[in-house]
């Protein structure tokens, strides 16, 4: 697709929005990740307040449930300087019946310049960002913050972050994702991203009810045996079972499921000895991941948060220098 066209980059191929990971050149996720480096500075809270969005209005547009994605946008935005507003949706006049594009129209009429929208209808921030365009706001810029089960792209951007931290060279790496990638929009995201940037090999293990039709297409290695699948990799990304989206039962018992697709212990033996262990959270801990696994030495969980902050500032300052 000419750069010209492209819905998340402008024509000099910066970035515009932050909508998927899927379609971004390699070029635009490494200078996102290297954009990341800086933030990462564990100094004083006062030796991290930079001025790169100050005057800069940033609003929070949560139509689902979060803690930790809201929270740490909403740190990543402060330390930028930013004027930070959170819209509480539960109370807003989309209760009242007012479309989510009426609202987009009026928070630009209050000057907002970033919208990091959370919504539960898969493709909601590309639908904003269209309307942007076609009313002549390209000075506002829209970063998902996970659509549906489309998309979280974000936390795919971090999850990599987290990996090239530990491991730097992807290309020699195994990474097996496992659990429910049927409803996860992390599982998407992460692998769009391991793939773009050449990982050597990605597993995905998950029960045959829990996998998407055809994920092989995307590029990844199926196991439905997870101690076949661990064998040897170096990295493991758990993910969360996605009951709220879930129609039907597609599993027995959260009992059998961690019997067969928890993270024990022996089961992490079986991968490298230097392997990590990563969960984009909530953890249910005795479903997906023992917490002795959860808390040991290999896990990077607590880290993955950190770094979420500085790849979240990484994507607004680099939206703020487009837009400059």
């Known amino acids: 697709m000419p750069i010209s066209e492209h819905p998340q980059l402008d024509r000099d191929g910066r970035l515009r929005h932050l ?6 050149p390699r070029e635009v996720l490494v200078r996102i990740l290297d954009a ?24 929070n547009l949560f ?34 019946g007012e479309t989510l594009l009426d609202t987009v129209d009026n928070l630009c009429a209050m000057h907002a310049d970033m ?26 810029h829209v970063i998902n913050a996970g659509d549906g089960r489309h998309a ?3 936390q795919g951007l971090l999850d990599l972050y987290t990996i090239r931290h530990y491991k730097r ?23 769009h991203a391991l ?30 045996d997870m101690r076949a699948g661990l064998a040897g990799v170096d990295v493991i990304m758990m993910l969360r079972l996605q009951n709220e989206r879930m129609a039907g039962a597609l599993l027995p018992s959260a009992q059998e ?43 990077v969980i607590l880290p993955q948060v950190t770094f979420g902050i500085a790849v979240r500032m990484a994507v607004m300052s680099l939206l703020a220098a487009a837009g400059a």
């Open 19 to 24: 909508l998927s990971i899927e379609g971004l």
């Open 36 to 59: 990341a480096e800086p933030f990462t500075d564990t100094g004083s809270p006062d030796s991290r307040k930079l001025p790169l969005l100050r005057g800069k209005s940033v609003f």
């Open 63 to 96: 139509f689902e449930n979060s803690t930790r994605t809201r929270t740490t946008f909403e740190i990543a935005a402060k330390r930028l300087s930013a004027d930070v507003i959170n819209l509480n949706v539960a109370a807003s006049s989309t209760n009242k």
């Open 115 to 140: 919208l990091v929208v959370r919504h539960a209808a898969s493709g909601a921030p590309h639908l904003i960002a269209q309307h942007l365009s076609a009313t002549r706001r390209d000075q506002v």
């Open 152 to 154: 979280h792209p974000t």
């Open 169 to 191: 060279d992807l290309s020699r790496l195994c990474v097996a994702i496992v659990g429910d990638v049927l409803h996860s929009r992390v599982a998407r995201s992460q692998i």
């Open 195 to 224: 793939n773009i940037l050449g990982v050597g090999e990605l597993r995905v293990i998950a029960p045959k009810t829990l996998l998407p039709a055809e994920v092989e297409r995307m590029g990844v290695r199926v196991f439905h």
């Open 257 to 299: 499921y961690f019997k067969f697709f928890g993270l024990t212990q022996d089961k992490l033996e079986l991968a490298r000895p230097d392997a990590i262990v990563l969960h984009p959270g909530p953890m249910n801990r005795g479903v997906e991941i023992d917490s002795a696994v959860a808390d040991g030495p290999h896990a």
